[in-house]
């Protein structure tokens, strides 16, 4: 069965810091992942997506994959505490229109 | 959120009752979808329209019965739920089914079943 990892945490980092969330995923054929924040009582809303090796930047945000590892992160520089949500890390099979989530990540963003 | 809307926002029903969640999006999108999310599950697919067509069934009890008369509008009916039913229903759409980094979600039925 295909499964995504995520600490359900709370994980609790002070404003201003570097906050990092990290995701592992058993499906060796997964090729796109991406990062939803959902709000308390909020849909999930698409942060970050990616595809490839290595990092992708964009703005404060920085996703990080390691297919070899099987391993997906996100990190926030700069946190804010409106960046207190919880972070959904999703995994899409080529060719597949399924997505398989992660229980997610409740981060809080500490002034 | 304006995007795709979703009515009603909360839903309170009985085992025995019949009722509908319903789903729109304003977004030109050819594909919808339905999410459930419960309480320290992860986020599951229920089921995947194409162009109005049913492409996906994720093992969902027949007491789900989706319905999509067009490419805007999407339909969740219900009927002798269970208790272990009770969770937040979202409804997503994307350009595709394949384009799911496009995929935009409804701010869902909160559905609690007595």
Redesign the interface.
């Known amino acids: 069965q295909k499964e ?1 990892e995520q600490n ?1 945490g709370p994980l609790s980092v002070p404003e201003g810091a570097i906050a990092s969330l990290n995701c592992t995923y058993s499906d060796r054929g997964s090729q ?1 992942f ?1 990062w939803y924040r959902q709000y308390s009582g ?5 942060i970050m ?1 990616i595809y490839s090796n290595g990092d992708k930047e964009d703005g404060r945000f920085t996703a990080q994959l390691n297919k070899a590892s099987q391993y997906v992160s996100l990190l926030i520089r700069d946190s804010q505490p409106s960046d207190s949500a919880t972070y ?1 890390c ?1 995994a ?1 099979e080529r ?1 597949n ?8 990540t409740r981060l809080t963003i500490i002034p | ?1 304006t995007g795709v809307t979703q009515t009603p926002r909360h839903l309170v029903m009985g085992m025995t009752n019949k009722k509908s969640l319903k789903c729109e999006q304003h977004l030109g999108h050819n ?1 919808m979808y339905w999410y459930k999310q419960s309480a ?6 229920m089921f ?1 329209y ?1 162009f109005k067509e049913q ?2 069934n ?1 093992s969902v009890p027949s007491r789900f019965s989706p319905e999509c008369p067009n490419s805007s509008h999407l339909f969740l009916h219900l009927h002798t739920l269970q208790p272990e039913d009770s969770a937040l229903y ?1 409804c997503a759409s994307s350009p595709t ?2 384009l ?2 496009e ?6 039925t909160r559905l609690t079943v007595t």
């Open positions: 995504v359900s796109s991406f909020k849909s999930p809303e698409l997506s959904l999703a899409q060719g229109e399924k997505l398989t989530f992660g229980t997610g | 959120e594909a320290k599950k992860p986020l599951e697919l995947v194409n492409t996906e994720n979202l089914p394949g799911l980094y995929q935009y979600f409804g701010p869902g």
